[in-house]
T-cell receptor, first 115, second 113 residues
Framework: DAGVIQSPRHEVTEMGQEVTLRCKPI?????LFWYRQTMMRGLELLIY????????DSGMPEDRFSAKMPNASFSTLKIQPSEPRDSAVYFC?????????????FGPGTRLTVL | GQQLNQSPQSMFIQEGEDVSMNCTSS?????WLWYKQDPGEGPVLLIA?????ELTSNGRLTAQFGITRKDSFLNISASIPSDVGIYFC?????????????FGKGITLSVRP
């Protein structure tokens, strides 16, 4: 079975440009998570969805960040306008409905560089 | 907010040695998970623990869910070069529809041949 799929794997853009990161969760998983990873702050949860509905977006840094999940098999994380401090690796993860078992499975990540 | 503490930040061992990593928290969790991240890849789940006191093995890996629910350890026996990577602990606290994990900062493991 395919794991979590993310695209693009690498993105280089200039400050001020809009960036869209894409994620396809594992089929059948009801939860989708967006994380950001930096050397300084480690893995930070940005937002997560349950059944396509955003549940907790308290980790979204500011209004420049937005995330959508229009259907069960696709989600986007958008940064507009992008800034150099947004440079990081962005991961998408998914998990099954999790009353007890909340194992999350990660995608390969998108390495974003904002010049 | 909840924080998980992993230290030291880096560990250097000789091939064949055993290594143990701890993860501690000031608050309790219902689940503990251990992930490994290779360079340029996403974290991969190694072991998941669901019950206080639980001891679980996966090949050369052994992990335990602390009795207090505030800590966990991971042990790697007879290390090999491919064990190199970053090891993260994660604590889960589920309440209703809440399914968040809190991650530690990770420990970078280096294995000398």
């Amino acid at each position: 079975d395919a794991g979590v799929i993310q695209s693009p794997r690498h993105e280089v853009t200039e400050m001020g440009q809009e960036v869209t990161l894409r994620c396809k969760p594992i089929s059948g998983h009801d939860y989708l998570f967006w994380y950001r990873q930096t050397m300084m702050r480690g893995l930070e949860l940005l937002i997560y969805f349950n059944n396509n509905v955003p549940i907790d977006d308290s980790g979204m840094p500011e209004d420049r960040f937005s995330a959508k999940m229009p259907n069960a098999s696709f989600s986007t994380l958008k940064i507009q306008p992008s800034e150099p401090r947004d440079s990081a690796v962005y991961f998408c993860a998914s998990s099954l409905v999790a009353v007890i078992y909340n194992e999350q499975f990660f995608g390969p990540g998108t390495r974003l560089t904002v010049l | 907010g909840q924080q998980l503490n992993q230290s030291p930040q880096s560990m250097f061992i000789q091939e064949g040695e055993d290594v143990s990593m701890n993860c501690t928290s000031s608050s309790i969790f219902n689940t503990w998970l251990w992930y490994k991240q290779d360079p340029g890849e996403g974290p991969v789940l190694l072991i998941a623990l669901y019950k206080a006191g639980e001891l679980t093995s996966n090949g050369r890996l052994t992990a335990q869910f602390g009795i207090t629910r505030k800590d966990s350890f991971l042990n790697i026996s007879a290390s090999i070069p491919s064990d190199v990577g970053i090891y993260f602990c994660a604590g889960g606290l589920y309440t209703g529809a809440n399914s968040k994990l809190t991650f530690g900062k990770g420990i970078t493991l280096s294995v000398r041949p």
